[in-house]
């Protein structure tokens, strides 16, 4: 089935993929993502599997990028922790994007009480300290990765929620918006069917910013103990293991330290990417 784009569509794409930064950074995360999901077709090992008598070896042919000191293969630690690192970042942004455009939509379309009321609710919950948040749900409902997931798009989705709000104040006036009313459509579908498809670009932008945000809270968590928990991997678990090591075994936390960052730079740079192809008056130099 040949998928047919609309001009517009062909005119940000066209945009998006003139930019050589942006390529290169896509490339960068689809190899990543398909080293994750490949992970057991890249690795004879498990990400569990120990040898002891091994201990901690610097990268050599049967193991790329080395071992640690529980003579764990990295490269294949690596892959899995990619695996829960991505999962983390996209399915909390999905949480966030969830909870922010229903939040920013019924908000901006509600307006005058309603609309500030749920908005000082949004600017009371900027207030706390977000990571400290996500820490308390962590330690009162336990280290569970799903609930990894819900926690820290909890607390992501305030900015989305504004963006939303921003978005429909400006649509809820428009002519076609008026007619829907006019005609007796409910509120539901017009927020639904007119609304948010309208809205759609200034959303998938901010999604794709969010997501290394959240890699990157992450792992933080992971790095103190309160994300993932041994013996599975995430790239912030690695970097903490990588840390304590750093002075004998220094390659435990350069190879997941750079994969971290490598993995950040690209996915902002998508979003960057996307964000200028939407916009052109945005545009970065190429």
């Known amino acids: 089935m040949k998928i047919r784009l609309s001009d517009p ?6 945009r998006f993929f003139q930019n050589r930064l942006t390529r290169i950074s896509l490339v960068i995360v689809l190899l990543l993502s398909l080293g994750a999901l490949a992970a057991p077709l ?6 569990d599997d120990q040898d002891l008598d091994l201990g901690p070896v610097p990268p050599q042919a049967s193991h ?30 999905l949480v966030a994007l969830g909870i922010g455009v229903s939040y ?9 009480r309603t609309d500030q009321i749920l908005m000082r609710i949004v600017d009371a919950l900027y207030a706390l300290p977000f990571t400290v948040f996500v820490i308390i749900l962590m330690v009162v409902f336990g280290r569970n990765i799903l609930l990894l997931f819900v926690a820290i798009g909890a607390v992501e989705w305030l900015t989305m929620a504004r963006i939303v709000r921003g ?3 400006a649509l809820k ?13 409910s509120h539901l579908r017009i927020m639904v069917r007119h609304m948010i498809p309208n809205m759609i670009g200034p ?17 933080f968590l992971s790095f103190l103990g309160l994300g993932v928990q041994p013996p599975m991997s995430s790239w912030g678990l690695l970097i903490r293991d990588g840390a ?43």
């Open 104 to 112: 920013g939509t019924i908000s901006g379309y509600a307006g005058g």
């Open 9 to 14: 569509a062909k005119n940000i794409a066209k």
């Open 64 to 93: 790329w990028l080395g071992t640690d000191d529980l003579g764990r293969d990295l490269f294949t630690r690596l892959l899995y922790g990619g695996r829960v690192s991505l999962a983390v970042g996209l399915a909390a942004t």
């Open 244 to 286: 304590r090591a750093m002075e004998s075994y220094p390659w435990l936390l350069i190879v997941p330290g750079t994969t971290l960052c490598v993995a950040l730079f690209a996915l902002n740079s998508i979003g960057d990417g996307l964000r200028d192809a939407m916009d052109p008056r945005h545009q970065r130099a190429t």
């Open 167 to 169: 978005q429909v104040l």
């Open 203 to 219: 959303v998938i932008v901010y999604t794709t910013l969010t997501i290394p945000r959240v890699i990157l809270l992450e792992s």
């Open 173 to 185: 006036d428009q002519t076609y918006i008026r007619a829907a009313r006019a005609l007796g459509f």
């Open 42 to 47: 890249l690795s004879p090992y498990a990400y």
